[in-house]
């Protein structure tokens, strides 16, 4: 026995009310026809929620059968403009990037970016340097490890002094520490 998808379409009345079309089941996989957002200012609002513009010229037609979605996919992608949460600057989120989200990576339909990309890069880089202070920072305090494992480390606390910094908070009493510890040794080595 085949299971069969029960299709509800349903959309946004212009008074704010959500209305239902009708139900259907088919054996047939769900397509983007079934979810009845012919145009691209047809999508739903709260696919976008915090963004204070758009451009519907732009918009990119999903296909639904790639994206993750609990009830309602996404059937358009358009350019839609956010506010960073830690730069306050303005930027876009292009159609083809979200192209690339839901269909390509996958995420959840209802996912957007708070921070712009170049934010996002710093908190990447930091992310990284965390990483790399995490593996080697049990044997970088002895003094026979090379100098330049112990100059990586130091470079590391130094990015993630920059990504603490923009959080408005003092990097930890560890890293500093481990800092002035790595600096000596290295100032002790090239004297």
Not at 102 to 118: G, L, Q
Request: with cysteine; glycine share 2%; charged share 30%.
């Amino acid at each position: 026995m085949t299971r069969k998808n029960q299709i509800r379409r349903w959309f946004w009345k212009n008074d704010g009310e959500r209305d239902y079309w009708t139900i259907e089941e088919t054996d047939r996989p769900l397509v983007f026809e079934d979810f009845g957002c012919p145009q691209p200012s047809d999508l739903s609002k709260h696919f976008l929620p915090e963004s204070h513009r758009r451009n519907y010229d732009t918009a990119i037609k999903a296909d639904v059968t790639k994206q993750n979605f609990s009830v309602m996919p996404r059937c358009w992608y358009i350019d839609a403009w956010f506010y960073c949460d830690e730069c306050k600057q303005e930027f876009c989120w292009t159609a083809k990037e979200q192209k690339h989200w839901f269909e390509d990576c996958t995420f959840f339909v209802h996912s957007y970016p708070k921070k712009c990309p170049a934010c996002r890069q710093k908190r990447r880089v930091a992310r990284d340097a965390k990483l790399i202070y995490d593996k080697y920072i049990h044997v970088v305090r002895d003094p026979s490890t090379h100098p330049k494992i112990k100059q990586r480390v130091i470079d590391a606390i130094e990015q993630i002094e920059q990504m603490v910094q923009v959080d408005g908070k003092n990097l930890s009493p560890a890293y500093e520490l481990t800092r002035r510890i790595l600096m000596r040794q290295l100032g002790n080595k090239n004297s």
